[in-house]
């Protein structure tokens, strides 16, 4: 099925910064339809333009009979680089279905001189190294993963999400809602304001939530990195305009 006036529709799984920005992108040009796909688990997303739309497709067999109704040109996977369950689905629907996929996924972020990073493969793991390193901890992992946390009564958080958090938390804990981006002043502010001597976070890349990183340079502090999951894509960019110009290519060559 076409998009409006016969064009191809192009599906974008967003949600996140590059996803919006590869919207942007696409929507003007001739002959494409975007239609960008958000999981839904924030109540007041930062919508793209174009036609979207919000919640999950049901795993694989919901998503392949999504590709299968609305025949897309071709499928973007530009969502969070930890999403790895939704990009593992689309790999295994686009193989399925036959469409093609490219994955967006912004670099990692990358330690320079005055960092003290210590890189972990999970929550869990940073649970186990933090009493080691802090007593008043920044979390920054967002609010469905603060369970591993809960048990380390010894040490006092500072989580900040963009909703309140749902899971278990820990026993001393002050929880701050708010959405970036963030300046490096803010960031140090806040990390002397709170006595903060740690910080959690992931290694999400890019520069919206980056500033906490120089801050912590800046100060001296101990940061513990989670590093990003495996994804397996068939073909993979680090930028959307280099997704836009996949995206004309296709459309060149159909």
């Known amino acids: 099925m076409s998009g409006a006036g016969g064009a191809r529709v192009v599906l974008v799984l967003g949600g996140t910064s590059d996803g919006r920005a590869l919207a942007a992108l696409l929507h003007p040009l001739p002959g494409i339809h975007v239609v960008s796909s958000l999981a839904g688990r924030t109540s007041a997303p930062v919508l793209p333009v174009g036609e979207t739309r919000v ?16 025949a897309p040109a071709a499928v973007v996977d530009a969502t969070h680089p930890f999403a790895a369950r939704i990009s593992a689905h689309a790999v295994a629907a686009c193989a399925e279905a036959g469409v093609p996929l490219l994955r967006l996924q912004r670099p990692g972020w990358t330690a320079v001189p005055g960092d003290r990073w210590h890189r972990v493969d999970s929550a869990d793991e940073a649970a186990r190294v933090l009493p080691a390193l802090a007593r008043r901890v920044f979390l920054t992992t967002g609010r469905l993963e603060t369970a591993p946390y809960a048990h380390l009564d010894d040490l006092w958080f500072l989580l900040r999400s963009v909703e309140p958090p749902t899971g278990e938390l820990p026993r001393a804990c002050e929880v701050l809602l708010a959405r970036g981006p963030f300046t490096v002043g803010d960031e140090i502010a806040l990390l002397r304001d709170r006595r903060i001597d740690a910080i959690v976070t992931k290694d999400s890349g890019g520069a919206l939530t980056a ?20 994804v397996t894509a068939p073909e993979r960019v680090t930028d959307a305009a280099a997704a836009a110009r996949w995206v004309e290519g296709l459309a060149v060559g159909a």
């Open 211 to 230: 500033a906490k990183l120089t801050a912590a340079r800046e100060l001296g502090l101990p940061v513990v990195l989670i590093r990003r999951p495996e």
């Open 55 to 70: 919640g999950g497709f049901g795993g694989v067999r919901g998503l392949v009979g999504w590709l299968r109704e609305r």
